[in-house]
């Protein structure tokens, strides 16, 4: 047994050392996880979303525990991406892990400034745009309408060389038609999936327990079942890699999103669990590769696609 | 953000076990585990993130203040509220606990203070244990502890915040009367307080607040005045943002590695206040 | 304590006994669970889905356990419209409980003249539309389009003046704005939510469990928190009573629903877990509302809402 | 829908407790619990819907043939495959045991057959002792069973099959010859077949198909044969819809009410072999 292959190349020069990433928000810029753990062992590090300006974020509670699950409300509390290019960035370039900033914005332009002023900076791996945020004013717009997600797509393509990576929210109609999008407009790749939208009731006040509107993003593994579902939808839309995310816990489910089609992953939640979760599913991961035999993980997805025929031939069905 | 960030180079994840669950009166149980990078490691105040379940119900750790360290072994003092807190008062000798830490920024001790008055309201107790010994171990002579709970059998032993510092005083309050002074605990603070005090107090948000409250109205402040806050909790080690309360002065910190010890003025009380009920675990 | 009245007026004369019904494909056409648990306790059952034309559905696998729920992909089998109007529909007349016919197709005219097979028969409380299920041929596009789903709902109150409740997608966009077009279509009532699509990833045969494209409609504990924030956005969307479902397991579970601003619910997966589990939602909920001293179980639904201001003044926080 | 309907009017709902677990060899378990009505109603071949858990996870019950009867007692015959068959195989006297039944359609009794082959592979030993007591009760004189398995440990034992009815022939096979005849158990069948014959099958899809392959190519085929057979469940009662499984002559049946137990003509076997693998638990 050989010890297989694990690097992934995304396309546009970002090859990841493997497949194992941690996913935005739940790592931060990298600097508390890197006092815990290996993190240069790891395939790549997702930063928080970074905006144009500094955000202090939604007022608590801003967390709330589901069965298998949580929500979370942050609402984008980042240092803004002057601070990131200016403070951040050359720390990163010092690390081994590739990092890729996630960028959120309200509008087309807030996105270009955010990416201007990032391409001033060395030691990024590439951007993970995030239309999938829908907590500032029009974030959701980009992630639910095609077309205006393509349209953002296509400006920030025209920005910059780096590997760009598009985070796709699965609160949609149609993922498919999303990714087709983003992928026409230039996007590298595409992540799937952000948080699905959730509401906890407390049954003492009678009322939602996170504030405001009373949803957050529903994290963790109570989602896997339907990141499964988008991942493979997605892996059929579009031809770049997809990145696949939500609810991974283990080597284990980190393997279901590869058969679905995912070339990589990202761990998120999972490291709030457990500190070391990441490592535990790359290492579990190269177990599972090594005792298969494969060369490269892509193989692992082997049997799996010809049971699920070309979107249209057959419809899903349920009921 | 602002105020002092803790220091995540000690923290380190732990497999430990369960050497003793006691159960207190009124509900508290205190949990003793062989944890011997946490017991050499973690200061009063600090806390550790806790999982002592499998599977994904419940998912993430909860967090609990370091009550307590002897040799190898560490204890935690809790009550069942939760999913959580259930498993963990129901643990027994042998069973393994996972813990994460030390985490967050403890009670500060230097300069150590001439008197240090100690405000524990019910479970607010827990982190106060290891202050009383670390306080005395620097020299602090007069160390007091202001104890109250809404009847007997929910206050804290006081042999348990003393563990053998026999000069250490305990004043016992309850809302009932039914042990020591009838009345809440916060009407001692400004007896016991004068400019060489050092405060420190952890306890439902009200009783802050109050403490937060008679301190400012002092004609002799205390040199120093810190308290201990909770907040719901996604890592415990700053990368979830999760646990923001409200800062003074707008915007906010995060409780696990801001806090969960803070200096009094940097609180935004009314915002704290202000909080769901269900914020309060 | 006085008993609390537990009636609820859901318009055009479809008044239920109590808030607790059995959720459409959980319990066929009444007749195995009325050998099992007292059916006429209960608030309402809503019957299979029930087509024009008899379906013997899907190929096998059709059901699949994931962690806290259940994949399904039986393809609505169902005998068909004749064989319920003729054969079913005069047995319904004599149960206790109010029979809602759930009513699927594959085009408008599909659904009418199934319709119009039904408002020959007696003994029938009601319509529940499903425009939710994603299984034949353009049965996806109602539940998923608010014009389209207007359109249908428009022709389908044309066609009856008994109750016509309208069943949900929650694997859409914009759930309010289905909700919205139905309601100004004419719909009595809507019914919130059906199944999410998912996958189930058989690691062993790497390849998804279900057969076809893989995917199934989850249900079960795992979708409740996704289904209050669906029927909390319905609620604010519409003026029209909302009927909550998806996993709920008991009473408790019921309550937050109608906190969450249901007006009643379908217990649907958790009747294969406990058959009686219906009948102690009732109970419990009765309990409750006991309890709580409250007269009528929307008042339960009290100080939560305040909590949630109409949407657009707060967005939505999630990252 | 075709094929004869289970009646549900006998299923009940009941809470018992477990009164004994033995292993057998090779991982086999048989669980005995105080279950009254179904030990007084269930008939041979015919299932329960078992929980032994809280919980969502797992969610659904489990299936499993009712094995034996005594008194209040019911006996059920499983291995530890996955999730739920693992925490069934853990339980311990005194546990409590949530049965929905009896469900399905049983095994025909009527007319008694002169003689009766029962065809047990692995695991699809369980309706049969059950089968058994009932045949001779009613006055089956020849009853014989031929019980394969992958090797000797995986054999369910012959004495449990009798249970006392010691007139009852057991012939075994092992894949491996490590016990009894070298082979498939399906090469046994043609041999003990005659045409005043029924046949009982119960075990791995291919292993039914094999038998009912050598039925058809019969000269004096038996006067009618059986198969019990296996489907993911949802319900077990009727509503879901989730167990359909191949007919011939095109469409499905449902396993949890026109089976488990099925005319081995009314079953399309090509169709029950193209299911993939995770069909089968
Ligand atoms: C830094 C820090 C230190 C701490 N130290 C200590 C300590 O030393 N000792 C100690 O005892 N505690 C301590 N706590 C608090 C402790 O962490 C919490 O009590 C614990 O996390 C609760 O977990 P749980 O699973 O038991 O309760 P949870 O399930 O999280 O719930 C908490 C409460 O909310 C209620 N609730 C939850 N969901 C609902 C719903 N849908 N409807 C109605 N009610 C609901 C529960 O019943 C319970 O009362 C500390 C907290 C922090 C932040
Ligand atoms: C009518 C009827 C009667 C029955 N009678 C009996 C009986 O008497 N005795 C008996 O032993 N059995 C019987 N069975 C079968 C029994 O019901 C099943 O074995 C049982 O339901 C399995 O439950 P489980 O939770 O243990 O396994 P499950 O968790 O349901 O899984 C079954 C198998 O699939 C595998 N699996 C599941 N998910 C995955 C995944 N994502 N990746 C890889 N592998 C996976 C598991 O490892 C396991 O091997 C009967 C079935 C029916 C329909
Ligand atoms: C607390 C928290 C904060 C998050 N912040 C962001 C973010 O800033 N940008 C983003 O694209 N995704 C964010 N996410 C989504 C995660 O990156 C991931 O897509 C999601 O949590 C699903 O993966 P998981 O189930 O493994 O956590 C956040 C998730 C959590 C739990
Ligand atoms: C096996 C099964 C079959 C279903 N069939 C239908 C159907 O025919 N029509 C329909 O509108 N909903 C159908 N549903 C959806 C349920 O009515 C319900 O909306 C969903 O299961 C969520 O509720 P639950 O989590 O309580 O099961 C079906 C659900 C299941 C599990
Ligand atoms: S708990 Fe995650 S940042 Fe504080
Ligand atoms: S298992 Fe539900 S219909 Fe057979």
Known sequence: MTAPDLRVDLGRGLILPNPVGLASGTAGYGFELRQLIDVDRLGALFTKGTTLHPRDGNPPPRVAEVRGGMLNAIGLQNPGVEHVASAYAPEFSRWGVPVVVNVAGGNVEDYLQCLDRLERAEGLAGYELNISCPNIANGLDFGR???????????????????????????????AAVARAVEEAGADSVSAVNTYVGMKIHRGIRAPVLPGRGTGGLSGPVIKTLALAAVAEVRRAVRIPVVGVGGIMDAGDALEFLIAGADAIQVGTATFVNPTASLEVLDGLTEIATRAGVRRLRELRGPA?????PAGIEPASTG | MSGPVSDLGRARDESGEVVAVEGLDGGMVEITARLPHLAATARPGEFAQLRAWGGVDPLLRRPFSVAWTAGELCSFVLEAVGAGTRLLVGLRPGDPLQALGPLGNGFPLDPVPVRAVIVSGGLGCAPFPLLVRELRRRGCADVIVLSGAATAS???????????EDSVRVVETTDDGSRGRRGLVTELVADACDETAAVYACGPNPMLAAVARTLQRLARPPRRAHVSLEAPMGCGFGTCLGCALPASGGGWFLCCRQGPVREVSEVDWPGLLALPPAHVA
């Open chain 1, 145 to 175: 309408d095609p077309a205006a997600a393509g349209r953002l797509v296509a400006a920030a393509r025209s920005r910059t060389g780096r590997h760009l990576m598009v985070k796709l929210s699965p609160n949609v109609t149609d993922i």
């Open chain 1, 305 to 309: 696609l010809p049971a699920m025929p």
């Open chain 2, 154 to 164: 929910r206050l804290y032993p006081a042999a348990r915040f003393r563990r053998g």
